[in-house]
C-alpha cells in the first residue's frame, strides 16, 4: 500500500503541470495551417526597423530575401491564427548566403549568415507592431551553420521577432528567409539533410527546379511542409559527419536527420567500407539518443571508375545498417535511379546535373512520404506501451519526462510512439493522463496495442 500512495501523490503533483499541457483538438489538427508555415504570404504581417524587404522573408519565394544588418530585427503578428494552432511554434530561418552547412569543418571562410541572434515574444494585440513588453525566448551565439531552428513556448503570445546580433563573416549584412512552422503537439517535422556536396547541391531550400523537398512533398499532399535544412558540405567524409554530428544535433529540434555519406568515402576506397560502417552506425546511435529519428539512402551510382569499383561494397554496408537497425527509414535508392538513368549525371559522372538534382528532390519527397508521411499510424512502437523513457518498464519517470516534454521542458522523448496512449497519433494532455491513470491503478504490464502510432 505504500507504493501505491506514493504513485498516487506523485501523481497528484503531477496534475499541476498538466493543466498547462499543449493540448491539440481534433478540429484544429484538420486546419492546413497547422502544417503549413503559419506566417507564409503574409507580408502585411510582417514589421521591421528595415521594413523595405521584410515582406520577402515570409513570401513564398526563397531567392527573395530580407535584407538586415547587425541590430535590426524582423517581427511576425501571428494573432490571427487560431490559439490551439501555436502553443509552440518552430522558428526556422535560413541564410542567402548559399555557403556550405558549416564553415568550420573544412576551416572554410565563413558566409554572411547569423553568428548570434534572439528571439522575442510578446502578448500583445495585434495589428500594429507594439513598441514594448517584449520577452526573450531564446539566444543563440556562436552559430557557424547557415540555417537554423528554435522551437518556442508561445501559449498566449501573439509576436515573435528575431534580432540580429552578429554575422559570421564579421560584417554587418545578412539576408533571411524565415518560416514559422506550428508543433503545439510537441513534434516538429523538421528534415536535416547531412551529406557531401551531392546533398549540397541538391537538398538547396531555394525553390529550384519543381521546389525545394518541402515544396514537393507539399505538392504531393497538401497538408505537409516541413521545415528542412540542407546540412551538405562539399569535400567531406563519413568520418567528418561522425567529428561533427553531437555538435550538429546539439542545436538542432527537429525529428528526423539523413545521413547522406560515401561517395568520397569510396572514391578510391579512401575511407574503407568497414570504416564507412562504423562511422555510420556511430551518427545513426547519435541520432537515435537524441530522441531523434535517422534516415539513411544508398549511395548515388556513379560513371566515375574510382567511385564505381568500390560503391557496391559501401552499398552493401548500407543494406547491412537496413538489417541491423529496422528503425532507420530507408531513403531514396540512388544508385538504382542513377544507374537507370545516367543522363541526369553531369560531364563529371559524380554530381548530379540540374535535371539530376531535380529528379533527387522529387525521390526524397516521394520516398519519404511513403515511408513517412503516408505511413503515419502504422509505425510499429516498442510493445511496453507508457515506457517513454525506453528501460524496459512503466514507472513515475516516464509520467515526468512526458509532463516535461508536453511542456517543452525537453526536447528529448526517447519512444515517444510509447506515450500515445489514446491512439490518436499524436501526444497531448489526454496521453497523460491515461499514463497517471496506469500508475494509479499500478499497471506495469506489457498492454497490447491494436492500432499502431506515428510520429505526430
Not at 145 to 173: I, M
Not at 244 to 266: F, H, K, M
Request: glycine letters at 10%; charged letters at 20%; aromatic letters at 12%.
Amino acid at each position: 500500500m505504500r507504493k501505491r500512495h506514493s504513485v498516487l501523490a506523485a501523481c497528484m503533483a503531477l496534475c499541476i503541470c498538466a493543466a498547462a499541457v499543449p493540448s491539440a483538438g481534433a478540429a484544429a489538427a484538420e486546419e492546413q495551417q497547422v502544417y503549413l508555415p503559419l506566417n507564409r504570404n503574409k507580408t502585411d504581417k510582417v514589421y521591421s526597423d528595415s521594413q523595405n524587404t521584410a515582406y520577402a522573408s515570409c513570401n513564398d519565394v526563397y531567392y527573395d530575401a530580407w535584407s538586415g544588418a547587425v541590430g535590426n530585427w524582423l517581427a511576425y503578428d501571428l494573432s490571427d491564427v487560431p490559439a490551439a494552432n501555436r502553443k509552440k511554434i518552430n522558428v526556422a530561418w535560413y541564410s542567402g548566403a548559399w555557403n556550405n552547412y558549416d564553415y568550420t569543418v573544412l576551416n572554410e571562410s565563413p558566409g554572411a549568415s547569423l553568428s548570434a541572434y534572439k528571439l522575442y515574444v510578446n502578448d500583445a494585440a495585434g495589428g500594429a507592431y507594439p513598441e514594448s513588453g517584449w520577452k526573450e525566448a531564446a539566444s543563440v551565439t556562436g552559430c557557424t551553420t547557415h540555417s537554423g531552428e528554435n522551437v518556442l513556448d508561445f501559449a498566449g503570445y501573439n509576436w515573435v521577432k528575431l534580432e540580429v546580433l552578429g554575422v559570421q563573416n564579421g560584417g554587418t549584412s545578412v539576408n533571411l528567409n524565415v518560416d514559422i512552422h506550428d508543433c503545439s503537439d510537441g513534434f516538429v517535422d523538421s528534415w536535416l539533410f547531412l551529406g557531401d556536396s551531392i546533398t549540397a547541391g541538391g537538398m538547396v531550400t531555394f525553390s529550384a527546379g519543381d521546389g525545394n523537398f518541402a515544396d514537393v512533398l507539399h505538392k504531393i499532399d497538401p497538408a505537409y511542409y516541413p521545415a528542412q535544412e540542407n546540412g551538405g558540405i562539399g569535400g567531406i567524409f563519413s568520418t567528418d559527419g561522425k567529428n561533427n554530428i553531437d555538435r550538429w544535433l546539439e542545436s538542432y529540434p527537429g525529428q528526423y536527420v539523413s545521413i547522406a555519406y560515401g561517395t568520397n568515402d569510396c572514391w578510391g576506397d579512401q575511407t574503407g567500407a568497414e570504416q564507412y560502417y562504423e562511422n555510420t552506425v556511430y551518427m545513426i546511435r547519435a541520432v537515435q539518443a537524441a530522441g531523434k529519428t535517422a534516415v539513411l539512402p544508398k549511395i548515388p551510382f556513379s560513371l566515375e571508375k574510382g567511385i564505381s569499383a568500390n560503391i557496391e561494397r559501401y552499398n552493401a554496408q548500407v543494406d547491412k545498417i537496413y538489417e541491423e537497425f529496422p528503425d532507420v527509414i530507408k531513403g531514396p535508392d540512388f544508385y538504382a535511379w542513377f544507374e537507370a538513368h545516367p543522363e541526369g549525371l553531369s560531364a563529371d559522372g559524380v554530381h548530379p546535373n540540374s535535371d539530376g538534382y531535380n529528379e533527387m528532390r522529387r525521390l526524397w519527397a516521394e520516398t519519404l512520404y511513403e515511408n513517412v508521411y503516408q505511413n503515419r499510424g502504422t509505425e510499429q512502437p516498442s510493445a511496453l506501451r507508457g515506457d517513454v523513457t525506453g528501460d524496459g518498464a512503466v514507472k513515475i519517470d516516464d509520467a515526468v519526462l512526458l509532463a516535461k516534454y508536453l511542456t517543452a521542458e525537453t526536447g528529448t522523448l526517447p519512444i515517444w510512439t510509447n506515450g500515445d496512449l489514446d491512439g490518436n497519433s499524436r501526444l497531448n494532455a489526454a496521453d497523460l493522463t491515461l499514463l497517471k491513470r496506469i500508475l494509479a491503478s499500478e499497471i506495469y504490464t506489457i498492454l497490447p496495442i491494436e492500432q499502431p502510432v506515428s510520429r505526430e
